[in-house]
């Protein structure tokens, strides 16, 4: 049986013995604490290294970074001095603590979609203690925030990058200490509050907090549930106690940089010291080398604890909003207040507001998937309403869609969605695609599929027409434009739920070739392709309009009664006055979607609590799945994706919420009385 004894400096209370089995060997570990006397640590080496296979130091506080280099403290640097002369292996945990640390986090970033850390904004009690972890980090975020001079010297500041905080290390951290009257001044109550409410602030707006593992409690007692709650915690060597402390303080996950490669949890330097025995590495130059090689061959999976018992993934987003309209302005309480004492003033303040950098409009939360991952994000508008967008041309909107980028990969986000942009800036999203912080998605995948699924879902609530075999409509549905982007999507989605579908465009061999295709996924649907779309429009149960030259095509005097029209134009080709010559037919411009979750919370963005817009949930849906990739761009969507993202919203519970037209959403006392319509003007006929 092989023996380890561990000399720490920390308190003879917590001292235990126990054996365990490693490697097919038996191992006893012994603990000695010393109450922080470093000459009994140094008495007990040399009275126990001929019963130990190998030693392991402990509790001698954090390596002190300076730039790339790291000194011991002189209490530790003693002891391995001493340590050094004898045969009998003496380590402190460092050649594992530094690979085992970056090891751990790389592992759970690959592990987790790659992307797990992507943009997290991350909290370092201290950058100097966590210096190893603060370098690899900065590998896939920028937003990193150490509190060093803080809680160090009471200056109340953050360093905000590691440029920064090798500077900090290396020349400030001592200069700040030799400042006359700084402990003074640091000391005054005034100073005391403002520090403790950057601090507060600034561990609520994190989402990671890396906390070293000494003087684990005195970093985390001053902070109560509400600010660490929701928390994921980088730490080492975590203890049940911690574990149950973290708990009891909302945290969710917690991430254990150092293996468990027992039963027991031990400290990083006794989990060295038993390497170092269990594959007899002597004492010697090349002991750090070999000790590396066995590291590498173990390939040891870290710890990813969830106190609460279930796994716990929130992904982030961010979703580009602009006001349609004046009227949505108003709902920026300085531009309501405005409107109310000079209405007059409104165009000026409209051309105004367009110039406005983009905000944070909304913070967005609450959203859970079936799955189990959350998602929380922030709506950031822009001034400009859609005419002013059209006003100033696309190069104007640009600019602004890259500063709300830049905005969202400070907040944390790992995707961002722009919202809908009118037909003549279609290029817009392509050019934000490439140069944006984010990956970026325009949702029209996801608002083709909604659109669709709306316009079937309203003929089959108005009820005048049957189904066949389950969820194939008796009907005959129409798509002008067939042949465009948007409309090759409507006829291949409206061929699996309608007995009969007409394709009209201006191209015969492009229409001969889309039925084909359409014909090879739905064999069984009744499928005429016509460059008249005239011809059978008072025959049609549904009519999509895909282009805006469907104007000219289609009269809404001349359609059935109960006719479904879903215009997906932008703007619509149909206005509130049109529609009201035909109260017997219903006009639809899109389906709006039921996020997952019960509790979800944001602004009003002129819908019903808990419903999204089908453009802002495929950002939702992508950063459910972890997708944080550019999927739809330009205006015009590809078949494959409008099928993948309805596949993935059907995965994480989006359901169809609401069904929208010129007037905003039908509600079902609206469905009804269309309804009643076309029964009567129907009869009449």
Same mark, same amino acid.
């Given at each position: 049986?092989?023996?380890?004894?561990?000399?720490?400096?920390?308190s003879s209370l917590d001292d235990y013995e126990f054996k365990t089995r490693f490697r097919d060997q038996t191992f006893?570990?012994?603990?000695?604490?010393?109450?922080?006397?470093?000459?009994?640590?140094?008495?007990?080496?040399?009275?126990?290294?001929?019963?130990?296979?190998?030693?392991?130091?402990?509790?001698?506080?954090?390596?002190?970074?300076?730039?790339?280099?790291?000194?011991?403290?002189?209490?530790?640097?003693?002891?391995?001095?001493?340590?050094?002369?004898?045969?009998?292996?003496?380590?402190?945990?460092?050649?594992?603590?530094?690979?085992?640390?970056?090891?751990?986090?790389?592992?759970?970033?690959?592990?987790?979609?790659?992307?797990?850390?992507?943009?997290?904004?991350?909290?370092?009690?201290?950058?100097?203690?966590?210096?190893?972890?603060?370098?690899?980090?900065?590998?896939?975020?920028?937003?990193?925030?150490?509190?060093?001079?803080?809680?160090?010297?009471?200056?109340?500041?953050?360093?905000?990058?590691?440029?920064?905080?090798?500077?900090?290390?290396?020349?400030?951290?001592?200069?700040?200490?030799?400042?006359?009257?700084?402990?003074?001044?640091?000391?005054?109550?005034?100073?005391?509050?403002?520090?403790?409410?950057?601090?507060?602030?600034?561990?609520?707006?994190?989402?990671?907090?890396?906390?070293?593992?000494?003087?684990?409690?005195?970093?985390?007692?001053?902070?109560?549930?509400?600010?660490?709650?929701?928390?994921?915690?980088?730490? /080492?060597?975590?203890?049940?106690?911690?574990?149950?402390?973290?708990?009891?303080?909302?945290?969710?996950?917690?991430?254990?940089?150092?293996?468990?490669?027992?039963?027991?949890?031990?400290?990083?330097?006794?989990?060295?010291?038993?390497?170092?025995?269990?594959?007899?590495?002597?004492?010697?130059?090349?002991?750090?080398?070999?000790?590396?090689?066995?590291?590498?061959?173990?390939?040891?999976?870290?710890?990813?604890?969830?106190?609460?018992?279930?796994?716990?993934?929130?992904?982030?987003?961010?979703?580009?909003?602009?006001?349609?309209?004046?009227?949505?302005?108003?709902?920026?309480?300085?531009?309501?207040?405005?409107?109310?004492?000079?209405?007059?003033?409104?165009?000026?303040?409209?051309?105004?507001?367009?110039?406005?950098?983009?905000?944070?409009?909304?913070?967005?939360?609450?959203?859970?998937?079936?799955?189990?991952?959350?998602?929380?994000?922030?709506?950031?508008?822009?001034?400009?309403?859609?005419?002013?967008?059209?006003?100033?041309?696309?190069?104007?909107?640009?600019?602004?869609?890259l500063e709300a980028s830049r905005m969202a990969k400070k907040l944390g986000a790992q995707i961002m969605g722009v919202?809908?942009?009118?037909?003549?800036?279609?290029?817009?999203?392509?050019?934000?695609?490439?140069?944006?912080?984010?990956?970026?998605?325009?949702?029209? /995948?996801?608002?083709?599929?909604a659109m669709l699924w709306a316009a079937a879902e309203a003929v089959r609530r108005m009820g005048l027409r049957k189904?066949?075999?389950?969820?194939?409509?008796?009907?005959?549905?129409?798509?002008?434009?067939?042949?465009?982007?948007?409309?090759?999507?409507? /006829?291949?989605?409206?061929?699996?739920?309608?007995?009969?579908?007409?394709?009209?465009?201006?191209?015969?061999?492009?229409?001969?070739?889309?039925?084909?295709?359409?014909?090879?996924?739905?064999?069984?649907?009744?499928?005429?392709?016509?460059?008249?779309?005239?011809?059978?429009?008072?025959?049609?149960?549904?009519?999509?309009?895909?282009?805006?030259?469907?104007?000219?095509?289609?009269?809404?005097?001349?359609?059935?009664?109960?006719?479904?029209?879903?215009?997906?134009?932008?703007?619509?080709?149909?206005?509130?006055?049109?529609?009201?010559?035909?109260?017997?037919?219903?006009?639809?411009?899109?389906?709006?979607?039921?996020?997952?979750?019960?509790?979800?919370?944001?602004?009003?963005?002129?819908?019903?609590?808990?419903?999204?817009?089908?453009?802002?949930?495929?950002?939702?849906?992508?950063?459910?799945?972890?997708?944080?990739?550019?999927?739809?761009?330009?205006?015009?969507?590809?078949?494959?994706?409008?099928?993948?993202?309805?596949?993935?919203?059907?995965?994480?519970?989006?359901?169809?919420?609401?069904?929208?037209?010129?007037?905003?959403?039908?509600?079902?006392?609206?469905?009804?009385?269309?309804?009643?319509?076309?029964?009567?003007?129907?009869?009449?006929?």
């Amino acid at each position: 049986m092989k023996c380890i004894i561990q000399i720490s400096l920390g308190s003879s209370l917590d001292d235990y013995e126990f054996k365990t089995r490693f490697r097919d060997q038996t191992f006893k570990i012994k603990r000695f604490g010393t109450d922080g006397d470093v000459d009994q640590a140094s008495d007990l080496i040399l009275r126990l290294n001929k019963e130990a296979d190998a030693i392991a130091l402990s509790s001698f506080g954090w390596t002190h970074a300076t730039g790339h280099q790291a000194l011991p403290p002189k209490a530790l640097t003693k002891l391995l001095k001493l340590g050094a002369k004898l045969q009998t292996p003496v380590t402190s945990g460092d050649t594992l603590r530094k690979v085992g640390q970056e090891w751990s986090l790389r592992h759970i970033h690959f592990k987790f979609g790659n992307n797990y850390f992507t943009n997290a904004r991350i909290f370092f009690f201290s950058g100097v203690a966590s210096y190893t972890i603060a370098r690899l980090l900065a590998e896939y975020t920028q937003n990193l925030r150490f509190a060093d001079p803080l809680l160090e010297s009471g200056v109340p500041k953050f360093i905000n990058n590691m440029k920064d905080l090798d500077f900090y290390a290396a020349r400030l951290r001592r200069a700040v200490n030799w400042i006359p009257g700084k402990d003074m001044v640091m000391s005054s109550d005034p100073v005391r509050s403002m520090n403790d409410y950057l601090m507060r602030k600034a561990i609520q707006e994190s989402h990671i907090l890396v906390v070293p593992h000494a003087e684990f409690f005195r970093f985390l007692d001053p902070y109560s549930i509400e600010d660490l709650d929701r928390k994921t915690v980088i730490t /080492s060597v975590a203890f049940d106690d911690r574990i149950d402390y973290l708990k009891d303080k909302g945290v969710r996950v917690i991430i254990d940089t150092t293996p468990q490669l027992l039963d027991n949890i031990v400290g990083v330097s006794v989990l060295e010291a038993l390497l170092t025995a269990a594959f007899d590495i002597h004492q010697g130059e090349e002991r750090d080398e070999e000790l590396l090689e066995i590291i590498s061959n173990m390939a040891m999976e870290p710890r990813v604890i969830y106190p609460s018992g279930k796994p716990y993934r929130v992904n982030r987003f961010a979703y580009v909003v602009n006001p349609p309209s004046q009227e949505f302005l108003k709902k920026l309480k300085p531009i309501e207040v405005l409107s109310d004492l000079a209405p007059g003033m409104m165009n000026t303040v409209e051309k105004a507001v367009a110039y406005a950098p983009p905000f944070v409009y909304s913070k967005v939360s609450g959203i859970q998937s079936e799955t189990g991952v959350e998602a929380e994000g922030w709506l950031i508008a822009l001034g400009e309403t859609t005419e002013q967008m059209q006003a100033h041309g696309p190069e104007f909107t640009t600019k602004r869609i890259l500063e709300a980028s830049r905005m969202a990969k400070k907040l944390g986000a790992q995707i961002m969605g722009v919202g809908a942009l009118p037909k003549a800036m279609k290029d817009t999203s392509l050019e934000v695609a490439k140069h944006a912080e984010l990956p970026i998605t325009t949702g029209n /995948s996801y608002f083709a599929s909604a659109m669709l699924w709306a316009a079937a879902e309203a003929v089959r609530r108005m009820g005048l027409r049957k189904l066949k075999k389950g969820k194939i409509l008796r009907a005959k549905a129409m798509v002008i434009g067939a042949t465009g982007a948007v409309g090759v999507i409507c /006829s291949h989605l409206l061929a699996t739920a309608f007995e009969e579908v007409h394709l009209v465009g201006r191209n015969i061999a492009k229409l001969l070739a889309l039925q084909e295709a359409i014909l090879k996924e739905t064999p069984k649907v009744k499928l005429h392709v016509t460059t008249r779309g005239d011809t059978h429009l008072a025959d049609m149960d549904m009519i999509v309009a895909t282009s805006s030259g469907a104007r000219h095509v289609l009269d809404i005097m001349r359609v059935k009664p109960g006719c479904v029209i879903t215009d997906a134009n932008i703007p619509m080709i149909f206005s509130e006055k049109q529609c009201a010559k035909r109260p017997d037919v219903m006009v639809i411009r899109g389906g709006e979607i039921l996020l997952p979750g019960e509790n979800v919370e944001m602004e009003d963005i002129g819908l019903p609590p808990g419903i999204a817009y089908a453009g802002l949930a495929e950002t939702i849906i992508l950063a459910l799945e972890g997708r944080f990739e550019v999927f739809t761009v330009g205006t015009s969507p590809q078949w494959e994706k409008v099928r993948e993202i309805y596949r993935l919203g059907l995965k994480h519970g989006m359901k169809l919420a609401a069904i929208s037209g010129v007037n905003g959403i039908y509600s079902d006392e609206d469905i009804a009385r269309v309804k009643a319509y076309a029964l009567k003007e129907a009869n009449r006929a």
